[in-house]
T-cell receptor, first 113, second 112 residues
Framework: SQQGEEDPQALSIQEGENATMNCSYKTSINNLQWYRQNSGRGLVHLIL?????REKHSGRLRVTLDTSKKSSSLLITASRAADTASYFCATDAVETSGSRLTFGEGTQLTVNP | EADIYQTPRYLVIGTGKKITLECSQT?????MYWYQQDPGMELHLIHYSYGVNSTEKGDLSSESTVSRIRTEHFPLTLESARPSHTSQYLC???????????FGDGTRLSIL
């Protein structure tokens, strides 16, 4: 079964607006990571949040983690056209600890100029 | 700049051909991975390696095979390509299994 599910599947906003994407997962995790994928390219790591952390910031990115609800959110503030990409969450599950990450289905973000 | 390289970027080839997708990284990472991704869809892990002479099958059954003779090199081989193998194949590496992964730009494979 899919460990990570993301919501919404697609999001279209205007430049300058904030974008929020959500990720839910099923099993206990060691950490959760967010990645960006531009069209036709590989994934780029954005931010990692450990299971004992609740919030993390990196530039215009803010990630929250709620282990009781098994969910995480990625907030991109003051979005730019260059933020247009697919965003994936990935979990390091306790049951497969250290061997692999399981990726969600992704959110396609379009930022209109 | 990417320190993990995949070749070729695009490959269109006929059914029944043997194909090898190349992946090399210069970061000295022990862990390497192959994923299959259809356009706009999630990534599926098909193979991974803990280090030299170590290979494991991933979550998605695949007819491909891999080898890890050198730390920096993790090629994927399809002995007899079929149209069902048409997809994008992404290679990645990481220092440890639960750490951020570095991805190549992928090989987009089309089997006619």
């Amino acid at each position: 079964s899919q460990q990570g599910e993301e919501d919404p599947q697609a999001l279209s906003i205007q430049e300058g607006e904030n974008a929020t994407m959500n990720c839910s997962y099923k099993t206990s995790i060691n950490n959760l990571q967010w990645y960006r994928q531009n069209s036709g390219r590989g994934l780029v790591h954005l931010i990692l949040i450990r299971s004992n952390e609740r919030e993390k910031h990196s530039g215009r990115l803010r990630v929250t983690l709620d282990t009781s609800k098994k969910s995480s959110s990625l907030l991109i503030t003051a979005s730019r056209a260059a933020d247009t990409a697919s965003y994936f969450c990935a979990t390091d599950a306790v049951e497969t600890s250290g061997s692999r990450l399981t990726f969600g289905e992704g959110t396609q973000l379009t930022v209109n100029p | 700049e990417a320190d993990i390289y995949q070749t070729p970027r695009y490959l269109v080839i006929g059914t029944g051909k043997k194909i090898t997708l190349e992946c090399s990284q210069t970061m000295g990472h022990d862990k390497m991975y192959w994923y299959q991704q259809d356009p706009g869809m999630e990534l599926h892990l098909i193979h991974y390696s803990y280090g030299v002479n170590s290979t494991e099958k991933g979550d998605l059954s695949s007819e491909s095979t891999v080898s890890r003779i050198r730390t920096e090199h993790f090629p994927l081989t399809l002995e007899s390509a079929r149209p069902s193998h048409t997809s994008q194949y992404l290679c990645a590496s990481s220092e440890m299994g639960n750490q951020p992964q570095h991805f190549g730009d992928g090989t987009r494979l089309s089997i006619l």
